[in-house]
């Protein structure tokens, strides 16, 4: 078995009892941004989206990627913009209460020239998921130049190490302005440990362990 983080190989051990020793580790990377041009339309279309005066939020509408965090962060930060990006503006409406909210906007479903743009523009990147397996969007930000919030659960430790600030994704309480205010390491720390060709390599590697010791 062949997974993206430690955190997956015990969680995949506990659960279906696979003896550790038979789990590699291959991890994900974030290279492929800086291929990807910019698209800065959005700020036209959405005047009240600023550059350098919005957080950023990107995902799908799964329960676990935690945007309730993001509406109660709005809530809390009347005078702040929050934008999230990734689910359809209908659907997102419908699963959250966005009543009286109108700091938060809902681009849906954007292109990664889009995405870009956003990220490298935000005041900071918001990641709030309570379970990821590795996380490639906070990795993405962090090389776009954005400060990143991310929970402290799940992989996120693991991935991220101490390149951004982390927050209680179950509390709304964060102030957000003051957590950019703490120290953190630089972003080259997480970035640099991370290369899809590195990562080929090894994946090849156990490839052949696997085929040798299968014989």
């Known amino acids: 078995i062949i997974t993206i983080s430690s955190f997956c190989k015990e969680q995949i051990s ?3 009892k696979v003896p550790a020793k038979r789990i590699g580790v291959v991890p994900c990377s974030w290279e492929h941004i800086l291929a990807v041009g910019e698209d800065e339309s959005l700020f036209e279309e959405y005047p009240t989206i600023q550059k350098g005066r919005y957080f950023f939020a990107l995902g799908s509408l799964e329960e676990r990627k935690n945007f309730k965090w993001i509406v109660g962060q709005a809530k809390r930060n009347p005078a702040e913009t929050f934008v999230i990006a990734g689910g359809s503006v209908k659907n997102s409406s419908e699963k959250l209460d966005l009543s009286g909210i109108d700091n938060l906007v809902f681009v849906g479903y954007i292109s990664d020239e889009q995405i870009k ?3 490298k523009n935000c005041k900071a990147f918001l990641f709030p998921s309570t379970f990821e397996g590795f996380g490639i969007p906070p990795l993405e930000a962090l090389a776009m130049g954005a400060p990143v919030i991310s929970s402290g659960t799940a992989s996120m430790p693991e991935v991220l190490g101490g390149s951004v600030h982390y927050t209680d994704p179950y509390s709304y309480d964060a102030d957000l302005d003051a957590l950019l205010k703490e120290p953190v390491s630089p972003a080259s720390e997480a970035l640099g440990r991370y290369s899809w060709e590195r990562s080929a390599r090894k ?13």
Do not use: T
């Open 203 to 215: 994946l090849l590697r156990l490839i052949k362990l696997y085929q040798r010791d299968g014989k």
């Open 14 to 16: 506990e659960v279906y």
């Open 117 to 119: 743009s956003l990220m």
